[in-house]
Nanobody, 118 residues
Framework: QVELGESGGGLVQAGDSLRLSCAFY????????MGWFRQAPGKERELVAQ???????YETDSVKGRFTLSRDNAKNTVYLQMNSLKPEDTAIYYC????????????WGQGTQVTVSP
């Protein structure tokens, strides 16, 4: 069983930076694809970024050039560095994991609130 623990959310002003962390417990971290999703009020949950076991990354267009996802396999942790934050980045951010052989994200964290004021 996989457990995920997020940290790093908060209230910031537009243009500021935040780093979200997600700690992974329970299985072999290096076999899992890790992702960050977000859900804003009244909107569907969307994939923000994901990283493969080999550290190949994908970022959605709206965050490219601003957000960077990385992983530390020695610490079983992924980091989402968010720069140049905008009010439209305000959402609950969820860490997720899927085994490299899986087509869907199977495990989810509790979520951490990110609020960006104008």
């Amino acid at each position: 069983q996989v457990e995920l623990g997020e940290s790093g959310g908060g209230l910031v002003q537009a243009g500021d930076s935040l780093r979200l962390s997600c700690a992974f417990y329970g299985q072999t971290f290096s076999l899992y694809v890790m992702g960050w999703f977000r859900q804003a009020p009244g909107k569907e949950r969307e994939l923000v970024a994901q990283i493969t076991p080999g550290s190949s990354t994908y970022e959605t267009d709206s965050v490219k050039g601003r957000f960077t996802l990385s992983r530390d396999n020695a610490k079983n942790t992924v980091y989402l560095q968010m720069n140049s934050l905008k009010p439209e980045d305000t959402a609950i951010y969820y860490c997720a994991a899927k085994h490299r052989s899986s087509s869907i994200f199977e495990y989810w964290g509790q979520g951490t609130q990110v609020t960006v004021s104008p």
